[in-house]
């Protein structure tokens, strides 16, 4: 079976503190994903990753940047976190292709105080 | 510009009747693939059903398929003979091109599904 791995399940950080969401498949997987999940929003693409080093903006850069330094490894990094990067953040992986699913980790809830 | 629209924010069927889903997208890319994943309250994410853009024929994968209408750019999540078990968030997504630097998955705004018993 796929497993996408995350850190932590729930995470509460104060403002200002540089966050880290760690996200680790083991299916060796080209794509990554980083999506945020909000409450009439849906699922809206933070990063991607299509390859070790290599990245892409989403929808919603701003505030986060991410790290792609091992094939299995996918990190979301929150420089200086604010309340309104309080959600739900869930991870993915996917095989190169346009036809293949993607896999989700479980999520993490952030709470930023 | 938003290129994956669900106009439904939350729908009710009656256990053992069929729902429809409504998805439409937006793409230049001839290439494409659609996908609906199902959220339980539980959170995990669960594939549901793929149609490439190329594919002849509807996808059906058990009592999901999807009514696929190219022109349109519609992808509805079709659900026959409703199960309590049903009751989700349903998510359309669209991944363009052929892979690579394209990948990327877009996700629509979901619908919320409650079976009544």
């Known amino acids: 079976d796929v497993k996408v791995t995350q850190s932590s399940r729930y995470l509460v950080k104060r403002t200002g503190e540089k966050v880290f969401l760690e996200c680790v498949q083991d299916?060796?997987?080209?794509?990554m994903f980083w999506y945020r999940q909000d409450p009439g929003l849906g699922l809206r693409l933070i990063y991607f990753?299509?390859?070790?080093?290599?990245?892409e903006k989403g929808d919603i850069p701003e505030g986060y940047s991410v790290s792609r330094e091992k094939k299995e490894r996918f990190s979301l990094i929150l420089e200086s976190a604010s309340t309104n990067q309080t959600s739900m953040y869930l991870c993915?992986?996917?095989?190169?292709?346009?036809?293949?699913?993607?896999?989700f980790g479980q999520g993490t809830r952030l709470t930023v105080v | 510009a938003q290129k994956i629209t669900q106009t439904q924010p939350g729908m009710f069927v009656q256990e053992k009747e069929a729902v429809t889903l409504d998805c439409t997208y937006d793409?230049?890319?001839?290439?494409?693939?659609l996908f609906w994943y199902k959220q339980p309250s539980s959170g995990e994410m669960i594939f549901l059903i793929y149609?490439?853009?190329?594919?002849?024929q509807n996808a059906t994968e058990g009592r999901y398929s999807l009514n696929f209408q190219k022109a349109r750019k519609s992808a509805n999540l079709v659900i026959s003979a409703s199960q309590l078990g049903d009751s989700a968030m349903y998510f359309c997504?669209?991944?363009?091109?052929?892979?690579?630097?394209?990948?990327?998955?877009?996700f629509g705004k979901g619908t919320k599904l409650s079976v009544k018993p």
């Open positions: 993915a992986s996917s095989l190169a292709g346009g036809r293949t699913e993607a896999f």
């Open positions: 299916m060796d997987h080209e794509n």
């Open positions: 990753s299509y390859d070790v080093k290599m990245k």
């Open positions: 793409t230049s890319d001839p290439s494409y693939g």
């Open positions: 149609q490439g853009s190329y594919d002849q």
């Open positions: 997504a669209m991944r363009e091109g052929d892979g690579g630097s394209q990948g990327n998955l877009i």
